[in-house]
């Protein structure tokens, strides 16, 4: 095959030991035409030091503040030219031969945008990692989950989803995307700052025509949580607010009426459940939240209010709840929800 030219580019935030602990892996990368890239979000740490002296060959971007996941992004790959961009975590150890399959099957079939591995724990490589698994899925009222994990139920991988499927979303922390496509949408959603951010370019992609992929014959290792730790303040109220602002741009109007106020009350009740175990400072998340989304509603002027009907019904949207059925029905396996691998 042609070999189309790739740049891995990782965005790094005080990430030094990440850096030095997952850089001999990426490096010993065996795809012929490939850039290394690391944009720096305004880290206090000796990273971008440690690189210099270490590892010369990897191209340093300087951001000059945490501009987030979204905009950090947005800014780097204005400065990175690629056919494919692989948006990686510092966070994540590759494996041999990782980046040809997934390369191989985009340029295979021209309609897919995005595309992502197989995601393992690093801490036990016999399961799947939280953020994505084996591609993600989401229900009809904007809850993630993934071939192989729903909710905080990752299951073993047996091989049991290593079929390459379209899917409705790939994960942030080992994206490859087509430069092109990335640039036409305008990228990644900037006010969202961080999480869910690429749950909601992959559904602008479908939208648009394209096809999300996962590539499960490419495999790397998650450790997750390297900038906000998992069940972080921040990271709830984000994912609560990200959420509900990602339902309300991609639906149409008879959708957004019917759905997010369901979203609102089950925010609600899963609020209500985190006080009756004692956390009475969940309730102030969630309200910081939906506070957020309703100034966001009021005074975004270039929001698409009224959009047209939708054409298109992406792939990987389950028309039922999934927290019916994973917290009511105690259905904790992908199969066992969908009925099938997806």
């Given amino acids: 095959m042609t070999y189309p030219t790739v740049a891995v580019v990782i965005l790094n935030w005080n990430g030094r030991t990440f850096l030095e602990q997952f850089l001999p892996f990426l490096m010993q990368t065996t795809y012929p035409v490939v850039k290394w ?16 002296t270490h590892y010369p060959q990897v191209h340093q971007l ?12 947005n ?38 945008g995005a595309c992502q591995p197989k995601i393992l724990s690093w801490a036990d490589k016999t399961k799947f990692e939280y953020a994505g698994a084996s591609g993600g899925w989401i229900d009809a ?7 192989g994990r729903v909710f905080d139920s990752c299951e073993k991988d047996e091989g049991q989803y290593d079929d390459a499927a379209p899917v409705f979303w790939a994960s942030g922390c080992a994206l490859f995307v087509r430069s092109e496509v990335f640039h036409n949408l305008n990228g990644f959603d900037e006010t969202f700052f961080a999480h869910q951010e690429e749950i909601d370019l992959c559904w602008r992609m479908q939208l648009s025509g394209w096809q999300v992929f996962v590539c499960p014959s490419s495999v790397v290792y998650h450790v997750g949580g390297g900038s906000l730790p998992k069940g972080s303040r921040k990271k709830i109220y984000l994912n609560y607010r990200n959420s509900l602002m990602m339902l309300f741009k991609n639906y149409s109007v008879a959708e957004r009426l019917r759905k997010i106020p369901l979203r609102l009350i089950l925010d609600g009740i899963s609020a209500l459940q985190q006080v009756f ?30 959009p047209a009907n939708r054409s298109v019904y992406p792939h990987g949207i389950y028309r039922g709840s999934v927290v019916w059925q994973y917290f009511i029905r105690k259905k904790r396996r992908f199969t066992e929800i969908i009925g099938r691998k997806g």
């Fill in 37 to 52: 890239v690391v944009a720096d979000n305004g880290s206090t740490d000796d990273s971008m030091a440690f690189l210099h």
């Fill in 62 to 73: 300087s951001l000059e503040k945490n501009h987030g996941f979204a905009k950090g992004y």
């Fill in 75 to 112: 800014l780097a790959l204005k400065q990175v030219e690629a056919s494919y961009y692989i948006l990686l975590n510092s966070d994540v150890e590759v494996t041999p031969g990782w980046i040809e399959p997934v390369i191989e099957l985009m340029e295979k079939d021209t309609g897919i």
């Fill in 141 to 147: 009222l904007g809850y993630a989950f993934c071939r």
């Fill in 277 to 306: 175990r004692g956390d009475v400072r969940y309730v102030m998340i969630v309200l910081r939240a939906h506070a957020f989304f309703y100034r966001w509603l009021l005074s975004s002027k270039e929001k698409n209010i009224f």
